[in-house]
């Protein structure tokens, strides 16, 4: 019986022995107040030398309030908390303001913390400046957290760098952050910094706090955001920063660039130099860069940048063909002068190209001047050039002595032949007019009146035979042409006698009007006097006072041997 109370008293002893030992041991692996205080100390935000803090940084983390605090969290208020916090602090408790202050944000009672250490006489260290700042931004308060950032801003303090770019950017001024590195409070932003300060000022069209940006920081936050730069330069009408930022965009980009901002910043002369050294490199492309000159309206200037790059090429070339485009019908001397330049380089092909284009464009007087003595001038398309030039100014003498020349036995293809033939004088001798038409005729460029013309140039110079061939060939092509059975039969008479021009005048009557003087003359020349006579009295009766038809009535009066009929018409 003994034996068994001791076996039950061991049972409960040993237990409750064995727990106890086990809370001792626990309160001694509690922390102390210096313990508490130096992992507080740990916790706190440690200045940094970088800036590049974008984001709020989370707050320190400390240990739970005392536990006679931790219970009334939730239903005190600042005043009650804060004395009770003053009566343990003075009986010797370890207790922090800010492990009360976080354990009633914890709580979600930010107004409570926010009054909380207002109450208390180190509620406004720097230990809880941050924490502040994010209370008043919680309970609505941006103006007085706006505040307490602005007056960090100003002077260097004991508030960290780091919380006072935090706190900028919770409450969404970076304003601050630039104005606090300006003042030295902060260090210098970085490039990342800077750069992300300086588009929120762009998008707030804050120049003054970019230039303010740039007197805090040497980071060179254009070269990461050329576009950015040049927006801030456009807008502070500073053409010169502009063009600084443009050069650290990539090398393809540059020039479209560089010319919207002269073009935006109405600089045109920076604009005209800028187009015009760009037209000067050596891997330049003279007709695009004549063009955007030209769009930009510098017209002279693009045609000499053209006719720099035309100096030495054939009119076919595109450069050429683009300055010949803008120097227009009507060229101004100094592209006269470059025309005449060019005509006198390169072989004899290219310089009779270009002679050609000088003469379409200068006066014909002057052009027909300088291409008389030109060195090609002996060649027989530069002759038929200054033929043309001769007709176009009505110099017909320079025309004459011209054609003179060309029609001296030289070959003459039938292109050629047209050509003389359309620029030769107005006014000509007969001889030069047979000649031409005989080239016309041999080149198979004929006219449809040629042979007849020649024809009677023939006959007019006694040559009946020279003109029966000419009219020969002529009837083959056109049997049926009066004026040319006529000649043929007055030909024939002369060669063979009537008898031989007889079947000519006949063909000749077959091709006459039933009631014309033609018929009749053809009737007299048939010996058909009396059907002459008929038909020309019938024709004075229509048209009595036709002199000529009264001539030709006389005349076959006459013939007829009625003499004093002959003297009443003529008399009438």
Same mark, same amino acid.
């Given at each position: 019986?003994?034996?068994?109370?001791?076996?039950?008293?061991?049972?409960?002893?040993?237990?409750?022995?064995?727990?106890?030992?086990?809370?001792?041991?626990?309160?001694?692996?509690?922390?102390?107040?210096?313990?508490?205080?130096?992992?507080?100390?740990?916790?706190?935000?440690?200045?940094?030398?970088?800036?590049?803090? %974008?984001?709020?940084?989370?707050?320190?983390?400390?240990?739970?309030?005392?536990?006679?605090?931790?219970?009334?969290?939730?239903?005190?208020?600042?005043?009650?908390?804060?004395?009770?916090?003053?009566?343990?602090?003075?009986?010797?408790?370890?207790?922090? =303001?800010?492990?009360?202050?976080?354990?009633? %944000?914890?709580?979600?009672?930010?107004?409570?913390?926010?009054?909380?250490?207002?109450?208390?006489?180190?509620?406004?260290?720097?230990?809880?400046?941050?924490?502040?700042?994010?209370?008043?931004?919680?309970?609505?308060? =941006?103006?007085?957290?706006?505040?307490?950032?602005? *007056?960090?801003?100003?002077?260097?303090?004991?508030?960290?760098?780091?919380?006072?770019?935090? @706190?900028?950017?919770?409450?969404?001024?970076?304003?601050?952050?630039?104005?606090?590195?300006?003042?030295?409070?902060?260090?210098?932003?970085?490039?990342?910094?800077?750069?992300?300060? !300086?588009?929120?000022?762009?998008?707030?069209?804050?120049?003054?706090?970019?230039?303010?940006?740039?007197?805090?920081?040497?980071?060179? $936050?254009?070269?990461?955001?050329?576009?950015?730069?040049?927006?801030?330069?456009?807008?502070?009408?500073?053409?010169?920063?502009?063009?600084?930022?443009?050069?650290?965009?990539?090398?393809?980009?540059?020039?479209?660039?560089?010319?919207?901002?002269?073009?935006?910043?109405?600089?045109?002369?920076?604009?005209?130099?800028?187009?015009?050294?760009?037209?000067?490199?050596?891997?330049?492309?003279? /007709?695009?860069?004549?063009?955007?000159?030209?769009?930009?309206?510098?017209?002279?200037?693009?045609?000499?940048?053209?006719?720099?790059?035309?100096?030495?090429?054939?009119?076919?070339?595109?450069?050429?063909?683009?300055?010949?485009?803008?120097?227009?019908?009507?060229?101004?001397?100094?592209?006269?002068?470059?025309?005449?330049?060019?005509?006198?380089?390169?072989?004899?092909?290219?310089?009779?190209? $270009?002679?050609?284009?000088?003469?379409?464009?200068?006066?014909?007087? /002057?052009?027909?001047?300088?291409?008389?003595?030109?060195?090609?001038?002996? *060649?027989?398309?530069?002759?038929?050039?200054?033929?043309?030039?001769?007709?176009?100014?009505?110099?017909?003498?320079?025309?004459?002595?011209?054609?003179?020349?060309?029609?001296?036995?030289?070959?003459?293809?039938?292109?050629?032949?047209?050509?003389?033939?359309?620029? @030769?004088?107005?006014?000509?001798?007969?001889?030069?007019?047979?000649?031409?038409?005989?080239?016309?005729?041999?080149?198979?460029?004929?006219?449809?009146?040629?042979?007849?013309?020649?024809?009677?140039?023939?006959?007019?110079?006694?040559? !009946?035979?020279?003109?029966?061939? $000419?009219?020969?060939?002529?009837?083959?092509?056109?049997?049926?042409?009066?004026?040319?059975?006529?000649?043929?039969?007055?030909?024939?008479?002369?060669?063979?006698?009537?008898?031989?021009?007889?079947? $000519?005048?006949?063909?000749?009557?077959?091709?006459?009007?039933?009631?014309?003087?033609?018929?009749?003359?053809?009737? /007299?020349?048939?010996?058909?006097?009396?059907?002459?006579?008929?038909?020309?009295?019938?024709?004075?009766?229509?048209?009595?006072?036709?002199?000529?038809?009264? !001539?030709?009535?006389?005349?076959?009066?006459?013939?007829?041997?009625?003499?004093?009929?002959?003297?009443?018409?003529?008399?009438?």
């Amino acid at each position: 019986m003994r034996i068994d109370r001791r076996r039950g008293r061991l049972a409960i002893v040993l237990p409750a022995l064995a727990g106890l030992s086990l809370l001792a041991g626990g309160l001694m692996l509690l922390p102390n107040d210096r313990e508490i205080l130096h992992a507080e100390r740990r916790a706190q935000p440690v200045p940094t030398t970088s800036s590049l803090l %974008v984001a709020p940084v989370a707050p320190p983390v400390v240990p739970p309030a005392h536990p006679a605090i931790a219970a009334q969290i939730a239903t005190a208020d600042a005043a009650a908390l804060a004395a009770l916090t003053a009566q343990l602090i003075t009986a010797g408790q370890s207790v922090s =303001t800010m492990q009360v202050a976080y354990d009633l %944000v914890a709580a979600k009672r930010p107004a409570v913390a926010l009054d909380y250490l207002a109450a208390r006489p180190d509620g406004g260290a720097a230990a809880t400046w941050r924490l502040r700042v994010d209370l008043l931004r919680q309970t609505g308060r =941006t103006a007085d957290a706006s505040t307490l950032v602005t *007056q960090a801003a100003q002077k260097r303090g004991s508030v960290p760098a780091a919380d006072i770019v935090a @706190a900028a950017y919770a409450i969404d001024r970076p304003d601050l952050v630039i104005a606090a590195a300006a003042n030295h409070v902060i260090p210098p932003p970085d490039a990342a910094l800077s750069l992300d300060l !300086a588009r929120r000022a762009d998008k707030a069209g804050r120049n003054d706090l970019i230039a303010l940006l740039d007197t805090a920081t040497t980071a060179n $936050w254009r070269a990461a955001d050329p576009w950015l730069a040049i927006r801030v330069a456009a807008r502070a009408k500073d053409t010169a920063a502009g063009l600084k930022a443009a050069d650290y965009l990539p090398v393809e980009q540059r020039p479209a660039a560089r010319e919207a901002i002269l073009t935006t910043a109405g600089d045109r002369e920076g604009l005209r130099t800028e187009l015009l050294a760009r037209a000067a490199a050596p891997d330049a492309q003279p /007709e695009r860069e004549a063009e955007r000159l030209l769009a930009s309206g510098y017209r002279a200037d693009a045609a000499a940048v053209l006719r720099r790059a035309a100096t030495g090429q054939p009119p076919s070339a595109p450069a050429a063909q683009r300055v010949l485009y803008l120097m227009g019908p009507r060229p101004e001397s100094d592209d006269l002068a470059w025309l005449k330049q060019q005509s006198l380089q390169g072989n004899a092909a290219q310089q009779r190209a $270009w002679l050609a284009r000088y003469a379409e464009r200068d006066r014909p007087g /002057e052009a027909l001047a300088f291409v008389s003595r030109h060195p090609l001038a002996s *060649q027989t398309d530069v002759m038929l050039m200054r033929l043309s030039l001769a007709r176009t100014a009505s110099n017909d003498a320079a025309g004459r002595a011209v054609l003179a020349l060309l029609l001296d036995g030289r070959a003459l293809d039938p292109a050629q032949v047209a050509a003389l033939s359309a620029a @030769a004088p107005a006014r000509i001798e007969p001889a030069q007019a047979a000649a031409i038409a005989k080239r016309r005729v041999a080149s198979g460029v004929a006219a449809p009146r040629d042979q007849i013309d020649l024809a009677w140039t023939a006959w007019n110079a006694g040559d !009946a035979k020279g003109a029966a061939k $000419w009219l020969h060939a002529h009837l083959e092509t056109d049997p049926t042409d009066l004026p040319a059975l006529r000649l043929m039969a007055d030909v024939q008479a002369r060669i063979g006698g009537d008898r031989a021009a007889r079947p $000519w005048l006949d063909r000749a009557l077959a091709q006459t009007p039933a009631e014309s003087k033609a018929r009749v003359e053809i009737l /007299e020349k048939l010996g058909r006097r009396a059907d002459a006579l008929s038909l020309v009295e019938t024709l004075r009766a229509e048209t009595p006072h036709d002199r000529s038809l009264a !001539a030709l009535h006389a005349r076959l009066l006459i013939a007829q041997g009625q003499a004093g009929r002959a003297r009443t018409v003529l008399a009438q």
